[in-house]
């Protein structure tokens, strides 16, 4: 079986100090959970960024500070800036983030119910999204909420938008969206090219049981505060990393090596 890649979400948009108290908000802390999460297994960092009040922001401004903080301490980190932002963004400020010289940005393929609310991706913004990476040279991961999402990210493809390795994350467990079920993510796993390779978000108390599933079928893995606060039942995680440290325990507890930066690179064919 191939390396395992961890992705670590650091901090979304939608965690606030009232849920954690460890959620990094200002860039040093969010570059800081980033290097902390490199150093426990991390080899994708997924970075969202907030505003001084500590709500979020793409500012591409905040965005080049933060990446500028983690390559200063690790250049060799796969760094995957966020085009999903918060609910409520409209598509150009959405988009800023990808020019901070990321190697990578989420594609969010489709709409979906967010909790209350609607998270918009219309195949006009997915298009317009694709080929300004592809302009910039930024290696899209295509976030799927939904199995009709993993269809439009090939249709993309096959419309020639996106080019290279293709790499996908399906997030199961999102409020509205498609369960944290195994059976949905066979599903979604048989519909991706037998070439590509892809990742789970499961959300919330899913986190760690969808990782089981993705660390034994061969897939990759994100975790963070993100996605989940807790270590486990009622413990919340100190940092970022002891979430990205629990699944590298999981992987290597039944015998798969977790990939480094260089390895994940060569795995997403990213230079
Ligand atoms: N905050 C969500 C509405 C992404 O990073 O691309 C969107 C999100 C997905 O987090
Ligand atoms: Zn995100």
């Known amino acids: 079986m191939n390396k395992l890649i961890i992705t670590a979400a650091v901090c979304g948009a939608e965690v606030m100090r009232r849920h954690t108290p460890y959620i990094p908000l200002t860039p040093e802390e969010i570059a800081n959970e980033a290097c902390l999460s490199r150093e426990a297994g991390a080899s994708i960092v997924h970075i969202h960024v907030r ?9 591409v401004k905040i965005f080049r500070r933060v990446v500028e903080l983690i390559r200063s301490k690790y250049p060799d980190v796969i760094i995957q800036v966020s085009t999903g932002g918060a609910v409520g963004m409209d598509a150009e400020e959405r988009l800023q983030s990808i020019y901070s010289h990321p190697e990578m ?5 489709g ?3 967010f909790g209350d609310d609607i998270f918009v991706n219309d195949m006009p913004l997915i298009r317009h999204f694709a080929k300004k990476m592809s302009e ?3 290696m899209p991961e295509f976030e799927c909420f939904e199995i009709g999402h993993v269809h439009n990210a090939l249709k993309v493809v096959k419309e ?5 390795h293709l790499h996908f994350d399906f997030v199961l467990g999102v409020p509205g969206a498609c369960t944290a079920d195994v059976r949905n993510l066979i599903r979604m796993v048989d519909t991706i090219p037998s070439n590509a390779t892809w990742t789970v978000s499961g959300i919330g108390k899913h986190e760690f049981e969808m990782a089981a599933h993705a660390i034994a079928m061969g897939g990759n893995v994100r975790v963070g505060l ?6 486990s039942k009622g413990v919340l995680a100190k940092s970022n990393a002891e979430l990205v440290e629990k699944i590298v325990k999981m992987s290597r507890e039944i015998g798969r090596e977790v990939a480094n930066p260089k390895e994940a690179r060569e795995m997403l064919g990213i230079k």
């Open 226 to 231: 993100e996605d989940n606060i807790y270590l």
């Open 111 to 113: 709409t979906t119910n």
């Open 160 to 164: 020639g938008l996106i080019k290279g």
């Open 136 to 138: 910039t040279n930024v």
């Open 105 to 109: 940005a989420t594609l969010d393929v």
């Open 51 to 59: 505003d001084q009040d500590g709500n979020p922001t793409q500012d």
